[in-house]
């Protein structure tokens, strides 16, 4: 599988890569992990997913399998060109070379509708340095967005579940609660990651 410290190593050391930290990479390699992030999410053959920074594609590899459509938006174009060989011959998969703060989400909805897909999930490992504007780019279209399932810094989604008496608590729990039924469906400490990242994730 993609997620897995023997592909992750081969895969960077033959396209002469290293992880990008400007970036934010931190690549899964627990396939288990992987798996579980995807299948907690309710995927079909009705769902579109969006992905959020593929990276290698751990997550997509898995996703492809269970839904109907997976439109996948990475940043680093290096990435890309892996991931459009790796997925070639995925008729379901559809990847595009752009930072997804920059996506109109209202067309993109209309793009996924008009292929047929009105079940949309986001899947996403998402970079902890965009994670608060992506999420809030995200909930705001949460009419038209069945669920989302993001890996985060765990003192992020802490802050997301938090209660009012909680240090935690603030504008993005204020703003997860209002728009959302945000929950922790699992802990992932940060040896699942190459590199491995000073911080555990959620």
């Known amino acids: 599988m993609i997620s897995s410290k023997k592909y992750v190593d081969e895969t960077l050391r033959k396209n002469n890569l290293v992880a990008n930290k400007s970036l934010g990479q931190n690549f899964l390699v627990e396939s288990d ?24 594609g751990a997550l997509t ?32 998969f559809i990847l595009t070379n752009i930072d997804f703060l920059k996506v109109d989400i209202e067309k993109l909805i209309k793009e996924i509708n008009d292929k047929g897909f009105n079940d949309i999930v986001v899947l996403s490992n998402l970079p902890y340095y965009i994670t608060t504007p992506i999420l809030f780019k995200l909930l705001q279209d949460e009419n038209r967005i069945s669920e989302i399932v993001v890996m985060v810094q765990k003192e992020v989604a802490l802050r997301m579940i938090a209660n009012e008496k ?29 590199p ?7």
């Not at 798996?35 to 053959?45: E, G, L, P, Y």
């Open 61 to 92: 590899e898995i996703a492809l399998e269970k839904a109907g459509l997976v439109m996948a938006f990475e940043i680093d174009a290096n990435m890309v060109k892996i991931l459009s060989e790796t997925f070639k011959e995925k008729e379901n």
């Open 196 to 202: 491995a990242p000073n911080v555990e994730s959620a």
């Open 33 to 56: 992990i992987a798996t579980f992030i995807v299948d907690s999410a309710n995927i079909s053959k009705d769902t579109c997913v969006i992905e959020i920074g593929p990276g290698l």
């Open 166 to 194: 909680s240090k935690d608590y603030g504008i993005l729990t204020l703003m997860t609660k209002f728009l959302s039924i945000p929950e922790i469906v699992v802990n992932v400490p940060n040896t699942s990651f190459i």
